[in-house]
């Protein structure tokens, strides 16, 4: 028996098969372009929300044999750097060389934040690679890491005298980070 259509429905289905291919291409451009301009951002660039605000107040151990212990009185009264890191962190590696340099040229006061670490891990981190720490702070469960908003390691914090966070390095710091953007940053905030 053939088609029995009438000459009207027949554009009708022509039109609603379109309609079946553009539907799923379109949402699959939107997810497209969405996805691309996700991949374009600085990942970075994550605003923290403790910018312009008091460090969290902590007092933490030190990690053994790398006293003194850190405490967020440490950071009052001079610019300062404040670098979360762990032994199990593998951009930590990249950075350090780094912080190692940094700590020697003696520009600003480092401070080290041994994010959920064994403090025996920590403490063979800092032995083999160096210690660019001017106090050490242990946080065994990441509370304090929580607080001050870190979302992974390593992340650099910049302090200014007053003790109020300025700036958020995430990931490792690289010789162009400091260049371009702490470096003069910290110049600017010294008296």
């Given at each position: 028996m053939a088609d029995q259509s009438s000459p009207i429905e027949a554009p009708a289905r022509a039109v609603r098969r379109r309609w079946l291919f553009a539907v799923p291409v379109a949402v699959f451009s939107l997810l497209v372009l969405a996805l691309a301009v996700g991949l374009g951002r600085d990942?970075?660039?994550?605003?923290?929300?403790?910018?312009g605000k008091p460090a969290p107040e902590f007092d933490l151990p030190a990690v053994p044999d790398f006293g003194p212990a850190l405490s967020s009185e440490d950071l009052k009264?001079?610019?300062?750097?404040?670098?979360?890191?762990?032994?199990?962190?593998?951009?930590?590696?990249?950075e350090?060389?780094?912080?190692?340099?940094?700590?020697?040229a003696g520009g600003v006061a480092i401070y080290g934040l041994d994010y959920k670490d064994k403090p025996e891990d920590g403490?063979?981190?800092?032995?083999?690679?160096?210690?660019?720490?001017?106090?050490?702070?242990l946080d065994l469960d990441g509370r304090v890491g929580i607080e001050w908003g870190v979302y992974g390691v390593p992340e650099t914090f910049v302090v200014d005298a007053q003790g109020d966070i300025v700036?958020?390095?995430?990931?490792?710091?690289?010789?162009?980070?400091?260049n371009d953007t702490?470096?003069?940053l910290?110049?600017?905030l010294r008296p």
């Open positions: 990942p970075s660039l994550v605003p923290s929300a403790l910018l009264g001079q610019v300062s750097l404040v670098n979360v890191f762990a032994s199990w962190c593998v951009s930590c590696r990249i350090h060389p780094l912080l190692m340099d940094l700590s020697r403490a063979r981190w800092l032995s083999e690679r160096g210690n660019p720490y001017a106090a050490t702070g700036y958020k390095q995430i990931g490792p710091l690289t010789p162009e980070a400091w702490i470096l003069p910290i110049e600017e």
